[in-house]
């Protein structure tokens, strides 16, 4: 009878606890602390000693709360406490909010994709709109081994029940001229050669159409889960010339190579100049002017340049013109130390907007060294950036950074090696010293064997080469 009793007066208590409104505010302030913990534990972007003292303040907060409302005899003390209760759980939504989308930034920028676009394209006045239309017709496609371009062939074959006939030309100019000419009736053209077949033929695009297009999409090499925060890298930049998506294929027109090492917190930013004359993998060994090798993907530019200057490069980071407008923009500005002025950019420590950012290191025609200053200009951008992310001011761009950084770049670093570097920052926010260097070389006009054509090269000055291989070896030991 006794046992009867207590089961009954364990109901009852049970239902005066969960009629009491003191209980379910302090469920309400239970689950985002359970939450964060839980989050922070998971995802440790966090130093473990921060771990332990946000959840010591979390639990500490928890009772001090639970005692306000259940040991205060004081009905004012309790609405107090219902009202910070409150405002803690708003401040501990934004809180999880905040980490989560900082996690899920590192995922959604860690990737190894590359977007070919391949097309079949006529000129505009013809009478061509299908690529039935163009059964018994003349196909062309350059001369460069090209999957997709195959792959799109093999498209064709298949639509149109016969095997298209096809001529390959060995360069842009001579390629893009036998449409112009009649020679052929289309072009199967990766649109990565867009950018460079407009530099001759400015209306390229209004002259031409495009009758059908396929994405092809593939994954580039990935690298070893390194730890970052103990061993020296060395990261590839490559700005492609394009707005919009950032997989797409296009030629690079900013190449730095990115040598950090965490122990010493030395960063070497290395710039070569857009035209470099250097050998190329994708040609047997041939030279062709750098930028070029954008159009074959970023694994190619980086290997070229790994290969070229014998430096181990495991990683990339690609970006492009809109990637550059966002993140300056998101981080609210940066200032950069401009040694002449030009343009709309006076001498000295100048505040640059996103727009301003990208017309700062792009132009180069202002300058009697061309080419090699507008790299040195790119340097002192990035510099600007990286200042501006390590310091505290980031806090109040914090949120706009991240929702940036979405689409902003691309890159094979994990998401882990990236949050291991946050937290090694976090951890100790050491200074970083940054240097800048780049490698020199003098013009010539010289054959490209992707454009067809003799072209602006720089030949590589092997002494600048040199101390640049130095330099960075330099850092490794």
């Known amino acids: 009878m006794s046992k009867n009793i207590r ?14 409104v003191r209980t379910y505010f302090m469920i309400l302030l239970a689950v985002p602390i359970v939450w964060l913990i839980y989050q922070i534990v998971r995802y440790r972007i966090l130093p473990t000693r921060y771990i332990v003292i946000i959840a010591a303040l979390l639990l500490i907060l928890f009772i001090l709360m639970a005692l306000m409302q259940y040991k205060s005899k004081k009905k004012p003390v309790k609405i107090i ?21 900082t996690v899920g930034v590192f995922g959604n920028v860690s990737t190894t994709e590359d977007t070919d676009v391949v097309s079949v394209v006529v000129l505009k006045n013809s009478s061509y709109e299908y690529i039935e ?39 842009v100019l001579t390629w893009v001229n036998a449409l112009y000419s009649g020679e052929v009736s289309c072009l199967v053209m990766n649109e990565s050669y867009r950018s460079i077949i407009e ?48 997989s797409t294929k296009s030629r690079s027109d900013v190449n730095m190579i990115v040598t950090v090492n965490p122990n010493t917190k030395q960063i070497l930013l290395t710039s070569i100049p857009r035209d470099y004359y250097i050998p190329f993998n994708v040609l047997g060994g041939e030279r062709d002017k750098l930028t070029h090798s954008g159009l074959y993907g970023v694994e190619e530019t980086k290997g070229n340049v790994e290969n070229y200057f014998g430096v181990n490069i495991d990683y990339y ?27 709309e950019f006076s001498q000295g ?6 727009t301003q950012a990208l017309a700062f290191s792009r132009e180069r025609h202002a300058f009697a060294e061309g080419d090699k200053e507008r790299g040195r200009n790119q340097m002192r951008v990035i510099t600007g950036i990286i200042n501006k992310v390590i310091s505290p001011s980031i806090i109040t761009n914090y949120m706009s950074l ?40 003098n013009g010539n006009t010289l054959y490209s064997p992707i454009y067809g ?7 590589p000055d092997d002494a600048s080469v040199e101390t640049a291989k130095q330099k960075i070896n330099q850092l490794y030991q």
Request: charge should be negative; proline fraction near 1%.
């Open 7 to 20: 089961s009954v007066n364990r109901i009852r208590n049970l239902k005066k606890i969960f009629k009491d």
């Open 81 to 101: 406490g219902k009202v910070i209760i409150i405002l803690l759980c708003i401040v501990l939504f934004i809180g999880n909010y905040t980490y989560m989308q």
């Open 133 to 171: 239309d163009l059964k018994g017709k003349v196909f062309s496609a350059l001369a460069t081994s090209d999957e997709h371009v195959d792959n799109m062939l093999s498209t064709i074959k298949a639509t149109n029940g016969e095997t298209p006939n096809v001529r390959r030309y060995s360069g």
């Open 199 to 246: 530099d001759d033929y400015e209306n390229f695009s209004d002259e031409t159409r495009v009758i059908y297009s396929k994405n092809y999409v593939t994954e580039v090499d990935t690298t070893t889960n390194t730890d970052l925060t103990k061993n020296t890298f060395s990261v590839y930049i490559s700005g492609i010339d394009t707005y919009g998506t950032i």
């Open 317 to 343: 980071v690609r970006v492009n013109f809109t990637s550059l407008i966002d993140i300056v923009d998101a981080i609210g500005g940066i200032e950069v130390d401009n040694p002449r002025a030009f343009g």
């Open 349 to 354: 420590t100048i505040h640059l907007n996103g």
């Open 402 to 441: 991240l929702n940036s950084l979405h689409s902003s770049f691309q890159t094979n670093l994990t998401d882990d090696q990236m949050i291991s570097l946050l937290r090694m920052q976090i951890n100790d926010m050491s200074a970083w010293n940054i240097e800048s260097i780049s490698v020199d070389g």
């Open 453 to 459: 054509s003799s072209l602006y090269m720089m030949v």
